[in-house]
């Protein structure tokens, strides 16, 4: 493999961590341990199903779900998980638009649920993730898969499937971009406050 | 959004986000068990009305529950209004007690206004729920959520608002978003029932409901106000009745995917008849369900954010 020179083409103070290539393998080798690890191949395991949180988390379930597909022959059911109204800090930001929420037809009871999301930072949003599952239905088991976990957490949360870990400062942002919501696929690591 | 005042002067952006908020929240809340969201846990939600409601006080309380608001109602028998408290008292005394929001419907146009004047400084937004004559903004977003359920969108579509406009709240709401949201609207009124400066409003006026009919994608029919009218708008009821009823021969002349909407209370028999309010064709009940969730869409973008810098 060519050595590539991470964060020749962005701007100075961004730095990429993941480039388009690293993306789509990390996302398959997270299909292939969520196979591993869920059984999901076998005849009388738990069903599972994929609920991404808004925004670059739905895109993520489908492209996950896309990759189980390919190497396991399962086809998943994946949603969408919007967890706005569950959120603990509405009253510290701005009026939020609701993401959409779109469960699949036979829901989530008695399922295995894997929540996925692009960052995993505070925990925060999972914790509302797991807020909303409850009004949802009654999942079997909960797990959470993340591109990013950056660190730093403020709540005892952890991802079972984790892309790339990534230690970062306070100071710094992440973020991710994905062909469906940003017209490219990359993982930038830059200054707070600068423009995105 | 600070207060919920009036739908004049509400831009099309913020319209849109609230009837979007409302359909997301309506989806969200489709087939669930237990209706209820944890997003205003802990905020207070005061009802304040002057002027009898079933509908929209019910709609505001089931609201602001739904989204986990601790909701309170007041009346004006029944209260310290009954032994002659001002309205700046008693509104300033709910602020004082704690209330991070107060609904308020008052015979009173302007009442909202003042409300809203008076208790901006405690922090306290102000919903207005229907003033006098004025305005009944809900009203109106919850018709226009009804209009974009049915008919996909609004921009562009032809919508009649027949009868009692003078002494309609309703009609004022919905002339001023209907028209912000792209919509074209034609008054259908005698000339007695008609504001004196309709001829400044964004709106043509038509005296005669059925060279209408056919052009139109909606007819909103207004409720015949005999309790504000001193004095003789129209001959008899069975004249007015006749010439601006919507009976079921003018629901055939309507096109095939028209709407009939009515904000509630009807008189059936006077400006719809019974079957037609009855038939399939007619979003009533629909409306009634939509105006939960566009109160809780109201109540979110007034509740859930930081405070604003006044």
Known sequence: MAPRDRGAAEPAGRRELLSAGDVARTVARMAHQVIERTALDVSDATPVVLLGIPTRGAPLASRLAARVAEFSGVHVPTGVLDVTLYRDDLRRKPTRPLGTTELPPDGVDDRLVILVDDVLYSGRTIRAALDALRDAGRPRAV???VLVDRGHRELPIRADYVGKNVPTSRTEEVHVQL???DGRDAVLLQRKGDPA | MKHLLATDGLDADTATAVLDTAEELKHVLLGRE????PTLRGRTVVTMFYEASTRTRVSFEIAGKWMSADVINVSASGSSVGKGESLRDTALTLAAAGADCV???????????????????????????????????????????????????????????????LHSRVARSNVHLLTTLGAEVVLVAPPTLLPAHVDRWPVTVSHTLDAE???????????VQAERMHGGFFPSAREYSIAYGLSEARLRALP?????????????GMEIASAVADSQRAAITQQVANGVHVRMAVLYHLLAHEEEVA
């Open chain 1, 179 to 181: 062909q469906e919501t």
């Open chain 2, 256 to 268: 095939e995917h028209a709407v009939v909407l009515h904000p509630g209370p009807m008189l059936r």
């Open chain 2, 213 to 223: 009919l056919p052009g139109l994608d909606a007819v909103m029919m207004l409720r």
């Open chain 1, 143 to 145: 797990q959470l898969a």
């Open chain 2, 34 to 37: 237990v209706k209820k969201l």
């Open chain 2, 103 to 165: 609904i308020v419907r008052h015979p009173a146009s302007g009442a909202a206004h003042r409300l809203a004047g008076w208790l901006t400084e405690a922090g306290t937004s102000v919903v207005n729920a229907g003033d006098g004559t004025h305005e009944h903004p809900t009203q109106a977003l919850l018709d226009a959520a009804t209009l974009r359920e049915r008919l996909g969108d609004i921009a562009g579509r032809r919508i009649a608002i027949v009868g009692d406009v």
